[in-house]
């Protein structure tokens, strides 16, 4: 058995600010608020999936999406699901795997105070810089808050990003995080996250697969692409265009 874990945005699909202009082939792959198509996979990213229906690979999203979200993906996904950053898995049926529920609220309590704290600390200078800050909940608890740019500002957001990084350190907040993209930066909770959810999976449920493939483009998640024997990234996302940047000795 194969089993890949993969992450959905920018991974498999992508809006169509990221792609060539007038590229053919695309098939929408998400739908917007609006109900209107929002994301599309190119004919590439089509292709692998299909593959892997055809060869029986057992594809798994591990995503940032929400619940909501993830109902607006369009792909048919049978498997396990793995939402919220990994605090949110659900089971092939769609219900809610409880025992991971139970252990992430059980982490995810002793660090309320700290992510109440950093998001006080950020709410002045987030909001004369224009940015929307927004508190995301999984099994209704507050796990990470979002400040997000309308324009995505990119001096906008590192000024948030290096304020939050410094508030961070200096109160030693070591079990936070903060993951940055193109149009928002977070912080959250280090563990447990998208790694701990498919160690998780791959103990519980897919002990016997001999081969386990991971799908990213960000740095946040590389923890998860780690946990698997092989890892996939598509080119000009931010894990190649971080090591392509590195000027690392080659040993
Ligand atoms: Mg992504």
């Known amino acids: 058995m194969i089993v890949a874990f993969t992450d959905l945005d920018d991974t498999l699909f992508q809006t169509l600010r990221k792609l060539p202009p007038g590229m053919p082939g695309l098939i929408p792959a998400t739908l917007g608020r609006d109900g209107q198509p929002?994301?599309?996979?190119?004919?590439?990213?089509s292709a692998l999936l299909a593959h892997f229906a055809d060869s029986g690979v057992t594809v798994i999203p591990v995503t940032g999406r929400d619940p909501a979200a993830m109902?607006?993906?369009?792909?048919?996904?049978?498997s396990?699901?793995?939402l919220d950053h990994g605090l949110t898995i659900l089971r092939p049926d769609g219900q809610m795997d409880t025992d991971w529920r139970g252990q992430v609220l059980t982490q995810l309590e002793p660090l309320q105070g700290a992510l109440r704290d950093c998001t006080q600390a950020i709410a002045g200078l987030a909001e004369a810089l224009g940015c929307r800050l927004s508190h995301h909940t999984a099994h209704e608890t507050h796990f990470m808050t979002v400040l997000k740019h309308p324009d995505a500002d990119a001096g906008s957001l590192e000024r948030v990003q290096l304020a939050l990084e410094h508030h961070?350190?200096?109160r030693g907040y070591a079990d936070l995080q903060i993951i940055a993209n193109a149009n928002n930066v977070s912080v959250l909770p280090r563990y447990?996250?998208?790694?701990?959810a498919v160690r998780h999976l791959r103990q519980q449920h897919f002990s016997h697969a001999t081969l386990t493939l991971a799908l990213g483009d960000s740095l946040s998640d590389l923890a998860f692409m780690n946990a698997c024997d092989l890892a996939v990234t598509p080119p000009g996302g931010q894990v190649l265009r971080t090591v392509t940047a590195a000027k690392l000795p080659q040993r």
């Open 38 to 45: 929002h994301s599309f996979c190119t004919p590439a990213q």
């Open 71 to 78: 109902a607006r993906v369009a792909l048919p996904f049978t």
């Open 80 to 82: 396990w699901r793995v």
């Open 168 to 170: 961070l350190d200096s």
């Open 192 to 196: 447990p996250g998208k790694a701990e």
